[in-house]
């Protein structure tokens, strides 16, 4: 089935350690999308690609950086995690030329030790 | 910039009870789109409303747009356990999803 998919599901780091997340899609969206969703929060958006042109929300901290290299992979980089980066991440796909919908990954729940 | 306000923010209903949500935003939508989100879970989309006034069902959950298209609701007629999460409503602005705070359901058996 056509899908997002993100991995991986839990990642444990250490404060100041990079960390790496992957999404995936195979429904061949132009549009990825990053969210960050802290426990009993809605999903915050971190930063959008439509096609390979970088969306940067205003207050999204300069530790976090992303790729897309092509159109089924976007990453997720945080240079410097803090003890405050502990959350959901997550990753939704979109159609621009479709509906407004966006398709959500599982997420990955990342931990900060 | 643009806000959605959703409320309550949490709400805990006895099973067969009736559960309402709303969501009020400071701009004219587009569009508005609900999402939910189980326990530990990512946001499901449920339906998107895009005319004025317009109300659309899906079994026991009917949707609502405001004439003014700056508000909206979510009804659930006799909540079931299966009923359990978080619900969102999301306006869109520019391709990017305004989420409201979310409702937090539980259901008691």
């Known amino acids: 089935d056509a899908m997002v998919i993100q991995n991986p599901r839990y990642q444990v780091t250490q404060f100041g350690k990079p960390v790496t997340l992957s999404c995936s899609q195979t429904?061949?969206?132009?549009?990825m999308y990053w969210y960050q969703q802290k426990s009993s929060q809605a999903p915050k958006l971190l930063f959008h690609?439509?096609?390979?042109?970088?969306?940067n929300e205003a207050d999204t901290p300069d530790n976090f950086q992303s790729r897309r290299p092509n159109t089924s992979f976007c990453f997720l980089d945080i240079r410097s995690p803090g003890l405050g980066d502990a959350a959901m991440y997550l990753c939704?796909?979109?159609?621009?030329?479709?509906?407004?919908?966006?398709?959500f990954g599982p997420g990955t729940r990342l931990t900060v030790l | 910039g643009q806000q959605v306000m959703q409320i309550p923010q949490y709400q805990h209903v006895q099973e067969g009870e009736d559960f309402t949500t709303y969501c009020n935003s400071s701009?004219?939508?587009?569009?508005i789109q609900w999402y939910k989100q189980r326990p530990g879970g990512h946001p499901v989309f449920l339906i998107q409303?895009?005319?004025?006034?317009e109300v659309k069902k899906q079994k026991r959950l009917t949707f609502q747009f405001g004439e003014a298209k700056k508000n909206s609701s979510l009804h659930i007629t006799a909540t079931q356990t299966t009923d359990v999460g978080t619900y969102f409503c999301?306006?869109?602005?520019?391709?990017?999803?305004?989420f409201g705070q979310g409702t937090e359901l539980s259901v008691k058996p």
């Open positions: 429904l061949n969206h132009n549009v």
């Open positions: 999301a306006g869109q602005q520019g391709g990017k999803l305004i």
């Open positions: 690609y439509y096609d390979k042109d970088f969306n």
């Open positions: 939704a796909t979109q159609d621009y030329k479709g509906t407004d919908t966006q398709y």
């Open positions: 701009t004219t939508l587009s569009n």
């Open positions: 409303l895009v005319k004025s006034g």
